[in-house]
């Protein structure tokens, strides 16, 4: 297929925009043709190369996917006393995460209602107050503006025009599921348990308490990819032989399972889930009150746009995928256990060698992602061609993004 | 900025408050160390300490700007002085009483 023959293609996609071509011959579209990605998986492409590669979509997709949605942006055991504040910038957005004394997390924009500096700059623990460092305009934990020095004039510290009720830190929309703070900054998606619902009914024997596994359980990938890319990897099994071959002696292809809801969520299940067992034999303790199912049941959901969990009977682990830019995302991976650090120190270098094992998964999936996104700059590459039977996680994937845009462009 | 003059003859100072008190140099030199050093706890104190001097000399305008920056810093720190500070500036007309 030439590059005249994509741009035919896409073009004749009805009552969408007629694509342009670039400077240098690229077929850069104002506006990509999604009518093939949302078609059924036998005969869908994926995303064209556009939503991988150019900027100009990358912004797009940060209102219409990600800011739109619910987004994963951190996660809660960051602030675990009151006071805690952690500032993480996700996408170009300066938020805030802070812990309140009432127990409570709240995600604020971290800039100042006054001259819009950025409030806090590194994480640290909030005494007091926070205070900005410009004009010293002081919010509480809960946001709410407490004071405005010298607003009415030296010493004045009042002015009948400035209402400080009206004045606090804007606040973002959170709810924590499974440690993973969401957040959705445009406001406007229906409420997380509402969007989540089954996928939260689904794992619900797994809402006991999660500890963190410390030190060691905490890592982070930086991946020269599109975030989708890891989205996309994650969400199918078809790899697994070919990718992580450590798998094959024990983890057939066969044993695996496509999670796909429409509209909803994607992943991979497997049926032979193997404990990590020590030279002793021993093994980590269980989630209570786990049916049978998870006896050698494991699931892996991408939880629409940017989180990636996992559930195991012994462990479960959240990946927060970080876009940078077009072609680079951090992945934050975090693996929590049934039981604390504190209370079961024999574990501890099981849970050692548990986030040893699954950095090691991790890693050998970063040649994948890279190079399908280096792949993407071939100009012919017209989205891909799905397996039917293998690829519907992903192509779920793509029908939800390509849904989204599809929605914010109406 | 104002001060507290040192007695003729009084007894030699003891310790570093009592020698910030009655220098107005030293006072400045200490606030900005304080500032330098983030020592917020220390600037609570030391503005405190500027304004009951602008009080002793009169100079009411100065003495509530130096409150306002010891409430600011209390308030940032937590603790009950960002209360009681908070009282002496709202009767004194320059700042609403907050619920602490």
Request: hydrophobic share 40%.
């Amino acid at each position: 297929m030439s590059i005249s023959d994509i741009e035919r293609r896409v073009v004749i996609a009805p009552n969408e925009p007629q694509v342009v071509i670039a400077s240098g011959g690229f077929a850069m579209n104002e506006q990509t043709s999604l009518s093939s990605v949302m078609t059924d998986v036998n005969k869908a492409n994926g995303l064209p190369n556009a939503h991988y590669i150019d900027p100009a979509v990358f912004d797009e997709e940060k209102q219409a996917v990600l800011f739109a949605n619910w987004s994963g942006i951190g996660f809660s055991k960051d602030v675990p006393e009151a006071g805690d504040a952690k500032p993480i910038t996700f996408m170009g957005m300066p938020l805030l995460m802070v812990r309140d004394r009432d127990g409570s997390l709240g995600v604020f924009q971290n800039t100042c209602r006054h001259r819009g500096m950025i409030l806090v700059e590194e994480a640290q623990k909030i005494r007091g107050a926070i205070r900005c460092p410009y004009h010293s305009w002081c919010y509480g934990l809960n946001g709410a503006l407490r004071a405005t020095p010298h607003v009415g004039g030296p010493a004045q510290s009042t002015h009948e025009d400035v209402n400080m009720d009206e004045l606090g830190l804007f606040k973002v929309r959170s709810f924590v599921w499974r440690d993973v703070v969401f957040v959705n900054i445009d406001g406007n998606a229906a409420p997380f348990e509402e969007v989540h619902k089954d996928l939260m009914a689904r794992w619900s024997e797994f809402d006991g308490p999660l500890y963190h596994g410390g030190e060691a359980a905490s890592f982070q990938l930086n991946v020269k990819t599109n975030w989708k890319l890891a989205v996309e990897n994650y969400c199918e099994s078809y790899h697994l032989p070919w990718v992580h071959p450590g798998l094959n002696s024990y983890s057939r292809l066969e044993d695996h399972y496509n999670i796909e809801e429409r509209g909803k969520y994607s992943g991979q299940g497997t049926l032979v889930y193997r404990q990590l067992r020590d030279e002793a034999g021993q093994t980590l303790p269980d989630f209570a009150d786990l049916s049978s199912k998870w006896d050698e049941g494991a699931e892996y959901i991408a939880v629409y746009p940017n989180v990636l969990l996992g559930a195991q009977r012994d462990h479960s682990f959240a990946i927060v995928l970080e876009p940078v830019d077009c072609g680079n995302t951090v992945e934050h991976i975090e693996l929590y256990y049934a039981a604390s650090e504190a209370d079961t120190p024999e574990c501890n270098e099981l849970r050692t060698t548990n986030a040893k094992m699954w950095k090691e998964v991790f890693e050998e999936d970063i040649f994948v992602v890279e190079g399908m996104q280096r792949g993407r700059h071939g100009q012919m590459f017209d989205g891909g061609r799905f397996s039917p039977v293998m690829d519907g996680p992903t192509h779920n994937f793509h029908h939800w993004v390509a849904s989204q845009i599809s929605q914010a462009r109406a | 900025m104002g001060y507290v003059a040192q007695a003729e003859g009084a007894a030699p100072v003891a310790s570093a408050s009592e020698i910030l008190v009655t220098d107005a140099l030293l006072l400045d030199a200490a606030l900005l160390e304080a500032h330098a050093q983030g020592n917020t706890a220390e600037l609570v104190r030391l503005y405190t300490l500027a304004a009951e001097n602008a009080l002793a000399t009169g100079d009411e305008r100065a003495a509530d700007f130096y409150l306002t920056h010891a409430f600011i810093f209390a308030l940032e720190k937590g603790g009950p002085e960002a209360g009681v500070l908070n009282i002496r500036l709202a009767e004194r007309g320059r700042m609403k009483l907050l619920d602490f």
